[in-house]
C-alpha cells in the first residue's frame, strides 16, 4: 500500500520545478493531485498532470493569481469538488524570489514578495482548514532555510519564508482541535534547469559546503512533503523539516 492512496491533494505553484516535483512524488505514493498553476506556468503543469495520468493516476490543473484572497478561496474549494468533496492535503509552494537591495526597495517590491510568499498561504490555509475541518488534513508550507539564515537581496524573501515558519506553528496550534497538521519544509538549493551556468560560483561554494555535497532535487522536497502527509507523520505538526544537504549544520564562525 502506497503512503498517500485514498488522499486527494492541493499543491500550489506547480508549474515549476520544486512544485512538480511534490505533485508527482504524491501521485506516485497513490494521491489524486491538484496542480495549481499562474497562467503562464499552465504549460509545465499540464505536462506533469499528463505524466501522472499516463500512469494510471488522477490529475487536475488549476489557475489562479494567488495574491487574491477570493482565488486562493476558489482553487481551494474547485480541488475538493474535483476530489469528490474534500481535500486531505494542501501544500502551499507558490512563492517568489526577486532580488533587491534593501536600502533602495520600494513598498511595492516588499508587498509582491509578502502577498504572494505569506498572504496566500495564509488564505489558502484558512480555506483549506475549512474543508478538512471535521476529517482531518495535512497542511505543509514550503518556507527556505533563508528564513533562518539571510542572504543579500533577498531581505522581503527572508522574512517571508520567516513569517511562513511562524505561521504554520500558529495554524498548528489552533487547527489541531480540528484534526488538522500544519507544518513547514525549508529547502536548500534545489537544482533547476541551467542552474550551473547561471551561478556557478554559487553552486560550486554550495557543493563545497553541503556535507553531502550536492544540491538537491524537486523529488527531495516531494519526499518530505509525502511524509508529512502521510500517516507516518501522525503525530508530527507544528514542525519546521529542514532539506538542506546538512549545509545549515556547518559552522558560521
Given at each position: 500500500?502506497?503512503?498517500l492512496d485514498g488522499q486527494v491533494a492541493l499543491v500550489t505553484g506547480a508549474g515549476g520545478g520544486i512544485g512538480r516535483g511534490i505533485a508527482l512524488r504524491f501521485a506516485e505514493e497513490g494521491a489524486a493531485v491538484a496542480l495549481h498553476c499562474r497562467t503562464a506556468a499552465a504549460g509545465p503543469a499540464r505536462e506533469a498532470a499528463a505524466r501522472i495520468e499516463e500512469s494510471g493516476g488522477r490529475a487536475v490543473v488549476l489557475r489562479g493569481d494567488l495574491t487574491d484572497e477570493d482565488a486562493c478561496r476558489r482553487v481551494v474549494g474547485e480541488a475538493a469538488e474535483w476530489g469528490g468533496g474534500g481535500l486531505d492535503a494542501l501544500v502551499n509552494n507558490a512563492g517568489v524570489q526577486p532580488t533587491q537591495e534593501l536600502p533602495g526597495m520600494t513598498a511595492g517590491e516588499w508587498r509582491a514578495v509578502v502577498d504572494t510568499n505569506l498572504s496566500s498561504v495564509f488564505a489558502c490555509t484558512q480555506a483549506a482548514a475549512e474543508v478538512m475541518r471535521g476529517r482531518g488534513g495535512s497542511v505543509t508550507h514550503i518556507a527556505s532555510i533563508e528564513g533562518r539564515q539571510p542572504a543579500a537581496l533577498h531581505a522581503h524573501y527572508s522574512a517571508s519564508?520567516?513569517?511562513?515558519?511562524?505561521?504554520?506553528?500558529?495554524?498548528?496550534?489552533?487547527?489541531?482541535a480540528w484534526g488538522i497538521r500544519v507544518n513547514t519544509?525549508?529547502?536548500?538549493l534545489i537544482h533547476r534547469d541551467r542552474l550551473e551556468e547561471a551561478w556557478p560560483e554559487g553552486v560550486r561554494r554550495w557543493r563545497?559546503?553541503?556535507?553531502?555535497?550536492?544540491?538537491?532535487?524537486?523529488?527531495?522536497?516531494?519526499?518530505?512533503?509525502?511524509?508529512?502527509a502521510s500517516r507516518l507523520a501522525s503525530w508530527v505538526t507544528g514542525h519546521d523539516l529542514v532539506v538542506d544537504g546538512g549545509v545549515t549544520a556547518r559552522p558560521t564562525w
Amino acid at each position: 500500500m502506497r503512503l498517500l492512496d485514498g488522499q486527494v491533494a492541493l499543491v500550489t505553484g506547480a508549474g515549476g520545478g520544486i512544485g512538480r516535483g511534490i505533485a508527482l512524488r504524491f501521485a506516485e505514493e497513490g494521491a489524486a493531485v491538484a496542480l495549481h498553476c499562474r497562467t503562464a506556468a499552465a504549460g509545465p503543469a499540464r505536462e506533469a498532470a499528463a505524466r501522472i495520468e499516463e500512469s494510471g493516476g488522477r490529475a487536475v490543473v488549476l489557475r489562479g493569481d494567488l495574491t487574491d484572497e477570493d482565488a486562493c478561496r476558489r482553487v481551494v474549494g474547485e480541488a475538493a469538488e474535483w476530489g469528490g468533496g474534500g481535500l486531505d492535503a494542501l501544500v502551499n509552494n507558490a512563492g517568489v524570489q526577486p532580488t533587491q537591495e534593501l536600502p533602495g526597495m520600494t513598498a511595492g517590491e516588499w508587498r509582491a514578495v509578502v502577498d504572494t510568499n505569506l498572504s496566500s498561504v495564509f488564505a489558502c490555509t484558512q480555506a483549506a482548514a475549512e474543508v478538512m475541518r471535521g476529517r482531518g488534513g495535512s497542511v505543509t508550507h514550503i518556507a527556505s532555510i533563508e528564513g533562518r539564515q539571510p542572504a543579500a537581496l533577498h531581505a522581503h524573501y527572508s522574512a517571508s519564508k520567516a513569517a511562513v515558519v511562524m505561521h504554520a506553528r500558529a495554524a498548528a496550534l489552533e487547527y489541531g482541535a480540528w484534526g488538522i497538521r500544519v507544518n513547514t519544509v525549508s529547502p536548500g538549493l534545489i537544482h533547476r534547469d541551467r542552474l550551473e551556468e547561471a551561478w556557478p560560483e554559487g553552486v560550486r561554494r554550495w557543493r563545497a559546503a553541503a556535507p553531502l555535497g550536492r544540491l538537491g532535487r524537486p523529488e527531495d522536497v516531494g519526499d518530505a512533503c509525502v511524509f508529512l502527509a502521510s500517516r507516518l507523520a501522525s503525530w508530527v505538526t507544528g514542525h519546521d523539516l529542514v532539506v538542506d544537504g546538512g549545509v545549515t549544520a556547518r559552522p558560521t564562525w
